[in-house]
């Protein structure tokens, strides 16, 4: 399988080096050259199903040509099975016709867990292949940090060096990144928002001198290799409740657009849905674009979900590209107009495309609390702030009754005790394996929003070179 960029000016690549690289060179985002397609009777044959076997037997296909691809199995088996829940993705029914998924049994009790364990062990395996060693730099807002550090900590032939903008995270996230003892693992609180966080992985990226001497590698979603393991949970919700029969909806709350991108992407491979329902919190960018058919960038609001605290989603390029038809030459003018003048606006037949697959609802956070509240009240079922988005988007813009949907939960609420002890008045206690979280030391650097100082920081301390 050949991966081709969303700006076209980049090489394509295969499997292992789309894994490696995360950014493509262009400064777009890799997609398959064609989206394999599951058959029904290949989706009929997977209900029931172990989940490291759907994923492995969805996967495949993409790592055709891949140095991981006999060692696949034993990797999905790995991965997965570090999961604190035997079917890894659970789906709980919450009422008639509407489920749960939780996608957050994985080591940092968040939805990220899922592509980034399986990621781990790609690495390690590929790195291990070509004997060479990688540097990865990444952006969090809260959770994928702690997610990439336990996926790559003492890994041999990886350092982890994480930005988090400070004192915007949740302490329960900041203590699962910065209490993590391995000296491959580096954690630097900038001074300034995830969106700068973000633009500064971006530019150090950007650089080639830099991207080249230090081997630089990436885990944020634009990596294709996440958004590829996050399929695969669509595929198991899917046939559990009746594909290739009958279609599903699921509601999805967002903020780099890469998890409801793996749900497109399931679309794309033949999973019948109705609808990809994206929830947002008052940072809005999205659901104001299925409004409207207009992008336009504002200032990030703090809000109980910090994850989704993001007003420009990265992996939207993913499906702008099918929006406008496959053009790069037009994906590449429309990027520009947006980093010109944070805004865009898309023709009436694309807007139009992309409302017949997607609806957006955006919930503030009184409405927040509100939901969780409701949900404890009517189903004793505790919701972090980001899973509780879902669950009221799900029920305000699911079409009918007859199609199922499900709602992905993608917090423990553990991760987030204030909010839901505010709404609920319980206290989510974390679960036995990480309950000495808070006797830990913890381990951080705080740095400007300043690329060049960040640069130097990553040099001294990387095993690069
Ligand atoms: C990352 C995250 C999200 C947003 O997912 P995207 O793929 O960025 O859209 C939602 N909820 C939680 C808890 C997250 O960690």
């Given at each position: 399988?050949?991966?081709f960029?969303?700006?076209?000016?980049?090489?394509?690549?295969?499997?292992?080096?789309?894994?490696?690289a995360g950014l493509?060179?262009d400064g777009?985002?890799y997609?398959?050259?064609s989206?394999p397609?599951?058959s029904?009777?290949?989706?009929?044959?997977?209900?029931?199903?172990p989940?490291?076997?759907v994923?492995?037997?969805?996967?495949?296909?993409?790592?055709a040509?891949?140095?991981?691809l006999?060692a696949?199995d034993?990797l999905?088996a790995?991965?997965?099975?570090r999961?604190?829940h035997s079917a890894?993705?659970?789906?709980?029914?919450?009422?008639e016709?509407?489920w749960?998924q939780?996608?957050?049994?994985?080591?940092t009790l968040?939805?990220?867990?899922?592509?980034?364990?399986l990621?781990?062990?790609?690495?390690?395996?590929?790195?291990s292949?070509?004997?060479s060693?990688i540097?990865?730099?990444?952006?969090?807002?809260?959770d994928t940090?702690?997610?990439?550090?336990?996926?790559?900590?003492?890994r041999?032939?990886v350092?982890?060096?994480i930005?988090h903008?400070?004192?915007?995270?949740?302490e329960?996230?900041?203590?699962q990144?910065?209490t993590?003892d391995s000296a491959?693992?580096h954690?630097i609180?900038v001074?300034?928002t995830?969106?700068d966080?973000q633009?500064l992985?971006?530019?150090?990226f950007?650089?080639?001198?830099f991207?080249a001497?230090q081997?630089l590698a990436?885990?944020?979603?634009i990596?294709?290799?996440?958004?590829?393991?996050?399929?695969?949970?669509?595929v198991?919700?899917a046939?559990?409740?009746?594909a290739p029969?009958?279609?599903?909806?699921?509601a999805?709350?967002?903020?780099?657009?890469?998890n409801?991108?793996a749900g497109?992407a399931?679309k794309r491979?033949?999973?019948?849905m109705?609808?990809?329902i994206?929830?947002s919190?008052r940072?809005?960018?999205l659901t104001r674009?299925f409004e409207t058919?207009?992008?336009?960038?504002?200032e990030?609001?703090?809000?109980?979900?910090?994850?989704?605290?993001?007003?420009v989603s990265?992996n939207f390029?993913?499906l702008?590209?099918?929006?406008?038809g496959g053009?790069?030459?037009?994906?590449?003018?429309v990027?520009e107009?947006f980093?010109?003048?944070?805004?865009?606006?898309?023709?009436p037949?694309?807007?139009e495309e992309?409302?017949?697959?997607?609806?957006?609802a955006r919930y503030?956070?009184?409405?927040t609390?509100a939901?969780i509240a409701?949900v404890?009240?009517?189903a004793g079922?505790?919701l972090d702030?980001?899973?509780?988005?879902g669950v009221?988007a799900?029920?305000k813009l699911r079409l009918?009754?007859a199609v199922p949907?499900v709602a992905?939960a993608t917090?423990h609420?553990?991760?987030?005790?204030?909010?839901?002890?505010?709404?609920?008045g319980?206290?989510?206690p974390?679960?036995e394996?990480l309950?000495?979280?808070?006797?830990?030391?913890?381990?951080?650097?705080i740095?400007?929003?300043?690329?060049?100082?960040?640069?130097a920081?990553?040099r001294?301390?990387s095993r690069?070179?």
């Amino acid at each position: 399988m050949q991966y081709f960029s969303t700006r076209g000016q980049a090489p394509r690549l295969g499997f292992d080096d789309v894994l490696l690289a995360g950014l493509a060179e262009d400064g777009g985002l890799y997609l398959p050259e064609s989206w394999p397609v599951l058959s029904p009777d290949t989706l009929a044959g997977l209900s029931g199903r172990p989940y490291a076997e759907v994923a492995a037997t969805v996967m495949r296909p993409f790592l055709a040509g891949s140095c991981a691809l006999d060692a696949l199995d034993d990797l999905c088996a790995r991965a997965y099975g570090r999961f604190a829940h035997s079917a890894t993705c659970p789906l709980v029914q919450l009422e008639e016709s509407l489920w749960v998924q939780e996608l957050f049994h994985g080591p940092t009790l968040a939805f990220k867990d899922v592509a980034l364990q399986l990621l781990g062990d790609l690495f390690d395996h590929v790195l291990s292949h070509r004997d060479s060693r990688i540097t990865i730099v990444g952006a969090t807002s809260g959770d994928t940090g702690s997610a990439a550090i336990e996926a790559c900590r003492d890994r041999e032939r990886v350092d982890i060096f994480i930005l988090h903008p400070k004192g915007r995270t949740s302490e329960v996230q900041r203590r699962q990144m910065t209490t993590v003892d391995s000296a491959n693992v580096h954690n630097i609180a900038v001074e300034g928002t995830f969106d700068d966080c973000q633009a500064l992985v971006k530019a150090m990226f950007n650089d080639p001198g830099f991207r080249a001497e230090q081997g630089l590698a990436a885990v944020n979603s634009i990596n294709f290799a996440r958004i590829l393991a996050q399929t695969v949970y669509y595929v198991t919700a899917a046939v559990a409740l009746g594909a290739p029969y009958r279609p599903m909806t699921f509601a999805v709350p967002t903020g780099n657009f890469g998890n409801v991108f793996a749900g497109y992407a399931a679309k794309r491979m033949g999973v019948p849905m109705e609808r990809l329902i994206v929830g947002s919190n008052r940072n809005d960018i999205l659901t104001r674009f299925f409004e409207t058919g207009k992008m336009e960038a504002r200032e990030v609001a703090p809000t109980l979900s910090p994850s989704m605290d993001i007003q420009v989603s990265s992996n939207f390029e993913r499906l702008l590209h099918d929006l406008l038809g496959g053009s790069s030459v037009e994906l590449v003018r429309v990027m520009e107009r947006f980093k010109q003048a944070g805004r865009f606006e898309l023709t009436p037949e694309a807007v139009e495309e992309a409302r017949n697959v997607f609806a957006g609802a955006r919930y503030d956070d009184d409405e927040t609390l509100a939901e969780i509240a409701r949900v404890w009240r009517e189903a004793g079922m505790l919701l972090d702030p980001h899973s509780a988005i879902g669950v009221a988007a799900a029920r305000k813009l699911r079409l009918s009754r007859a199609v199922p949907v499900v709602a992905l939960a993608t917090a423990h609420p553990a991760k987030f005790p204030d909010a839901v002890e505010r709404a609920t008045g319980q206290r989510p206690p974390l679960p036995e394996r990480l309950a000495d979280l808070y006797d830990k030391a913890e381990r951080y650097e705080i740095l400007p929003n300043d690329l060049a100082a960040i640069q130097a920081h990553v040099r001294a301390r990387s095993r690069a070179r």
